[in-house]
């Protein structure tokens, strides 16, 4: 990416990362990490097994708070931020989406209890129940009977009913059936593509790292390259490099 | 006091330890490898309270308030000691916040009681004082750890489910407030327990004390009653400190659940 790209970044970015570093005891999990996230940006963090992905991805809504450097979002230290107001523009979703007992219903509409809130009516929660491909008789079933694939959507209709700036999402399709992955794929490909929703994802699944804007590759706690685009022969090189590199440590 | 209580003769006593020996002797017999702890449990039982009737016998005879406020801080040492033990609970601060809420809990309902209930002449007087005060200290300890345990282990069993109500909004008491309400349940239960079931099931050991002393049993039943209230207020009074201490340790202002 050239200088005056990146200066234009820098300008209109949500998030900025200024050389974060995050600690447990005497263990670095991410070490001096600084990039930017854009409006509209689909962001991939690459790299194998254990090498901080989820962690960078946690501080991006303050699941973990970094031991050094500081996150800025639209311009402002993001812990000066009332934390819960900020964690409902910048939703996370876990790897394993957890659903709460009683009816989906309750599910839905429970980031809403939270703050006393009007709840959605019937009708939008259906709406959004159907754009995730999941059925609008569900409502006023158990959440604890859908599947596996079923939750996971559930978890996004709950996140995306509360309309969020950002979505991060941790390895939303592992262990998803092809239909429910394909399914999962298309609706977030669509939010980011069709409604200009943020997206932050930590992913193995070619389609969506194929489809993202941005692409932070990363080793052992750093961050290695940025791109905006790679090919798959480069996204596996690298996967490769990285992975041989981990053996000779 | 109505009638003078019959001491205890060595011999008495003798006879008495007889059925420690008896246990002592099955447990041998049946191969339980109890024997040893039988030992060092009776052993412990009477040194530690020949002991403490050592020491109760000075402190009434010099009637101070700075002996009976050492004692009281004494008791907050060891109860504190014994709490952090058995639960296994480890992290960093959890002496401090175990001795605070005991201290400020079990401290201000002994002085509740004693200026609001019983009004003993001098205010201190260790023959009041102090058996309220090891009373209200003992139930605040088993409260206490109760509440501590339950809490920490209810917080690593549902890190998930908490960290997902974060991540939708939830502030850190809002995430938490399940396993607020089970520890807080937890510490409740064995003196609400007790209570119901006082009178039907046992008679209470302060009343069998008092009754066999001489004491009237309504007035013995009078303490028993006035005892059980401060006892399920200072158990709820210690949840409720030992609860908000804990909650501030295991998350920061960030609403985070801190992972170290």
């Known amino acids: 990416m050239n200088q005056k790209t990146e200066q234009n970044r820098k300008k209109q970015q949500l998030f900025q990362f200024d050389n974060v570093s995050l600690k447990k005891g005497n263990h670095t999990i991410i070490q001096d990490a600084s990039f930017t996230v854009a409006p509209g940006d689909f962001t991939v963090l690459l790299g194998p097994s254990g090498v901080g992905k989820t962690s960078l991805l946690r501080l991006f809504n303050a699941l973990e708070i970094p031991t050094t450097g500081k996150i800025l979002y639209k311009g402002k230290n993001l812990l000066d931020y009332s934390i819960p107001q900020f964690r409902r523009r910048v939703v996370m979703i876990l790897q394993k989406p957890v659903v709460f007992g009683g009816k989906i219903r309750d599910n839905l509409t429970l980031p809403f209890a939270l703050k006393r809130q009007k709840a959605p009516v019937d009708a939008t929660l259906k709406e959004f129940l159907g754009r995730c491909h999941l059925s609008h008789d569900l409502l006023n079933e158990s959440a604890e009977n859908l599947s596996g694939g079923e939750q996971q959507r559930l978890a996004l209709v709950r996140a995306l009913l509360l309309n969020p700036d950002v979505l991060l999402l941790d390895e939303p399709t592992a262990s998803l059936d092809v239909e429910s992955e394909k399914r999962v794929i298309d609706l977030l490909l669509n939010e980011n593509q069709e409604s200009g929703r943020t997206l932050v994802c930590v992913t193995h699944s070619l389609p969506l790292i194929q489809a993202a804007s941005r692409l932070v590759f990363m080793d052992q706690g750093k961050i290695v390259a940025v791109r905006s685009g790679a090919s798959n022969d480069e996204i596996r090189a690298f996967m490769k490099e990285a992975l041989d590199g981990k053996g000779n440590h | 006091m109505e009638k003078g209580i019959i001491d205890l003769s060595l011999v008495q006593l003798l006879v008495a330890y007889f059925l420690v020996a008896f246990v002592f002797a099955i447990a041998a017999f049946k191969r339980l490898k109890l024997s040893k702890d039988i030992w ?155 209570m119901s079931s006082m009178g039907i ?49 295991l998350f920061n202002k960030y609403h985070q659940l801190k992972t170290d």
């Open chain 2, 201 to 249: 099931v046992s008679i209470p050991g302060m009343m069998t004390g008092q009754i066999l002393s001489g004491v009237s049993p309504i007035i013995a039943v009078k303490y028993q009653l006035s005892i059980m209230t401060a006892i399920l207020g200072t158990v709820a009074l210690n949840a409720l400190l030992i609860l908000h201490f804990e909650h501030k340790l």
């Open chain 2, 40 to 194: 060092v449990s009776a052993t412990r039982m009477t040194l530690q309270l020949l002991i403490l009737g050592f020491v109760l016998k000075f402190i009434f005879a010099i009637q101070s308030w700075i002996l009976v406020l050492l004692l009281f801080l004494w008791m907050v040492f060891w109860a504190a000691r014994a709490v952090v033990q058995r639960t296994g609970v480890k992290f960093a601060g959890i002496r401090r916040i175990v001795i605070l809420s005991l201290f400020v809990g079990s401290g201000s309902v002994t002085i509740y009681f004693v200026f609001g209930v019983v009004h003993p002449s001098p205010w201190f007087a260790p023959r009041y004082f102090i058996p309220l005060a090891g009373m209200i200290m003992g139930n605040s300890m088993n409260g206490s750890a109760l509440a501590l345990e339950r809490y920490y282990s209810e917080i690593k069993q549902n890190r998930l489910r908490i960290e997902t109500l974060l991540s939708l909004g939830a502030t850190a008491s809002q995430a938490a407030r399940d396993a607020y309400r089970k520890a807080f349940r937890a510490a409740m239960l064995p003196p609400l327990m007790a």
